[in-house]
């Protein structure tokens, strides 16, 4: 079993910074790319920021220049900092991981962590 428990969500104003964590534990053998992933109300689940287990990094248009996805590989861990926030940016967190265990390979979600940006 895995777990991924994300950390650093928050009420912050616009133009502020906000850094989410993200860790995961169990039954790790590899883990393969990380992501952040975002919900804001009535709207679809949309990619935020992905990165591979050797750093390569993929953002979505809407915050590239502005966050900044990062990873510490012995800590089964990712970031995401969050700069220059904008209202717009309000949402529910996910963090994603593609997580092989010794049995299988799997993706897994952590439990959300919301994001506020006062105007």
């Known amino acids: 079993q895995v777990q991924l428990v994300e950390s650093g969500g928050g009420l912050v104003q616009a133009g502020g910074s906000l850094r989410l964590s993200c860790a995961a534990s169990g039954s790790i053998f590899r883990i393969n790319d990380m992501g952040w992933y975002r919900q804001a109300p009535g709207k679809q689940r949309e990619l935020v920021a992905t990165?591979?287990?050797?750093?390569?990094?993929n953002y979505a248009d809407s915050v590239k220049g502005r966050f900044t996805i990062s990873r510490d590989n012995p800590k089964n861990t990712v970031y995401l900092q969050m700069n220059s926030l904008k209202p717009e940016d309000t949402a529910v967190y996910y963090c994603?991981?593609?997580?092989?265990?010794?049995?299988?390979?799997?993706?897994?979600w952590g439990q959300g962590t919301q994001v506020t940006v006062s105007s």
């Open positions: 990165i591979t287990d050797g750093g390569s990094t």
């Open positions: 994603n991981a593609n997580v092989w265990t010794r049995i299988v390979n799997n993706y897994y």
